[in-house]
């Protein structure tokens, strides 16, 4: 097939693409992370971003961040297992095993890169692995990866998955998970999940992308929400580019687990290590994370009061009782005329639609931050109410 003939393909399916309602756009900020934005000439409210404590502007973080810059530079210059691992790295893994309540804990690039690097270095060809049928993209891609076969169970579905797990005869099993569901925002079910780990010897590894900071005492995670121990059998990665502020991952785990992981986790090994400015960054972002409360708390109330604003309306509300709330519209190109009649009137809310999210199941995400103010929150409410 020629270049040209290729290229011709690519077009008709980029044309098939903006037909069906799907294609992606980016927009660019003239503005720092925030729940106001600018974007070209337009000044918005925001409720695209997943800086839930509202962390990503905040001052401490960035003084933390220019102090060191003028200690450590920029780069790290190799990956962390060559010249790569500096001090801020060092002190940043032990600060979040203590923080997570784990042995140890290992720094990675990102969420994506933690998980692609976790499940193919716990099982692989003839092994099983069990994951379910919401989980995100990267663990997807992280059991592709892997060559173990997969078992997908229905939406947190325990019965569904004990079954499966019963009658599987791999030698390695594998649980695998997100704690809280990034498009619905509902939790999974950590306990079932970790007792039938413990029944049929599997690994658990949860990926609590989007209850780092935000769940549990202190924002230690859905792990302590749920008042879970810390069993050696969980792997656990939690990301730092949301409500931590910053960029980044790690995963946390016994220390035999971690080890394994650093020797071998193709996507830690073979990366250049991340910037010791984000290091620093994250040490400050994990003291604020755990004096949070107050932040936490005010996210809730902001929760609250959207859900209360919609109730009586004809807009589908999901069960999520955390800062995600996905409102159902259903057609491509009717969440899309939503999501353009919001942003007419001043407001960014993204629209989702497949194959991130179900067919049938398009959706506006509205993502809240402790940084929205109650009149940003009820300006939705009044443009959604008279959308309805």
Request: hydrophobic fraction near 45%.
């Amino acid at each position: 097939m020629s270049t040209s003939t290729r290229l011709a393909e690519l077009r008709d399916e980029l044309s098939a693409i903006e037909r069906d309602g799907l294609k992606r756009r980016r927009r660019m900020l003239d503005t720092p992370c925030g729940p106001l934005a600018r974007v070209g000439e337009r000044e918005l409210i925001s409720f695209c971003s997943n800086d839930y404590l509202g962390l990503a502007n905040d001052p401490a973080l960035i003084e933390a961040a220019c102090v060191g810059a003028r200690q450590w530079g920029v780069g790290s210059g190799a990956s962390h297992l060559v010249s790569g691992h500096l001090a801020p790295h060092e002190a940043l893994e032990l600060k979040l095993a203590k923080f997570t309540g784990f042995a140890h804990a290992l720094l990675m690039t990102t969420g994506y890169m933690a998980n692609l690097g976790i499940v193919p270095a716990l099982v692989g060809r003839g092994d099983a692995i069990f994951a379910d049928k919401l989980n995100h993209a990267s663990l997807i891609d992280a059991v592709q990866l892997s060559r173990a076969n997969s078992q997908r169970y229905p939406h947190a579905d325990l019965a569904a998955l004990e079954r499966l797990l019963a009658a599987s005869q791999a030698k390695r099993k594998l649980i695998l998970t997100d704690a809280v569901f990034s498009m619905d925002g509902d939790l999974a079910p950590l306990p079932g999940l970790l007792e039938l780990a413990e029944r049929f010897d599997a690994w658990l590894v949860i990926d609590d992308a989007h209850g780092f900071g935000v769940l549990g005492p202190q924002g230690r995670g859905s792990l302590a929400h749920f008042g879970l121990p810390n069993a050696e059998r969980i792997v656990y990665m939690g990301t730092l580019g949301k409500a931590a502020g910053a960029s980044g991952a790690f995963v946390a785990g016994s220390e035999t687990v971690i080890e394994w992981l650093l020797q071998r986790a193709r996507t830690y090994i073979f990366t250049t290590g991340s910037s010791p400015v984000m290091a620093c960054a994250l040490l400050a972002s994990l003291d604020l994370i755990e004096h949070g409360d107050a932040r936490r708390e005010r996210l809730r109330q902001l929760t609250v009061q959207l859900k209360n604003g919609l109730a009586d309306t004809r807009w589908q509300l999901m069960t999520s009782p955390t800062a995600i709330q996905p409102v159902i519209i259903g057609d491509n190109h009717e969440t899309l005329r939503i999501a353009t009649a919001l942003y007419a009137k001043g407001l960014w809310v993204p629209a989702i639609r497949p194959p991130t999210v179900p067919k049938g199941t398009s959706r506006l995400r509205v993502s809240l931050t402790a940084a929205h103010s109650e009149s940003q929150v009820a300006a939705l409410i009044e443009a959604l109410r008279k959308l309805a």
